[in-house]
Nanobody, 126 residues
Framework: QVQLVESGGGLVQAGGSLRLSCAAS????????MGWFRQALGKDREFVAG????????DYADYVKGRFTISRDNAKNTVYLQMNSLKPEDTAVYYC???????????????????WGQGTQVTVSQ
């Protein structure tokens, strides 16, 4: 079972940028599809972005397209989420997740993921 640790969250003004990192343990990281989800206070967890195990496929939620970029570095067992042009509505706890299904298609639902990190808080002020 892969273990995930997120970092890089914090407080930023609207229009600013943050880069989240998710470090994975284990030698089989390269076989996992990876996703980023977020959960705002009082709301359900929602999909943000995902990348297939090969890195050949990515997908984004409409509300982050053009602003966020997901990438992975298999040599470092790390997946990243570059977040630009941040808005107050992006405020949430951000979680990374691992999908061991080896599908060429990015998994969009939380139930398709097998392992989760503890989350990192992102707060965007006006």
């Amino acid at each position: 079972q892969v273990q995930l640790v997120e970092s890089g969250g914090g407080l930023v003004q609207a229009g600013g940028s943050l880069r989240l990192s998710c470090a994975a343990s284990g030698r089989i990281f390269s076989s996992y599809g990876m996703g980023w989800f977020r959960q705002a206070l009082g709301k359900d967890r929602e999909f943000v972005a995902g990348i297939s195990w090969s890195g050949g496929s990515t997908d984004y939620a409409d509300y982050v397209k053009g602003r966020f970029t997901i990438s992975r570095d298999n040599a470092k067992n790390t997946v990243y989420l570059q977040m630009n042009s941040l808005k107050p509505e992006d405020t949430a706890v951000y979680y990374c997740a691992a999908d061991r299904g080896r599908s060429p298609i990015v998994a969009l639902a939380p139930g398709q993921y097998d392992a989760w990190g503890q989350g990192t808080q992102v707060t965007v002020s006006q």
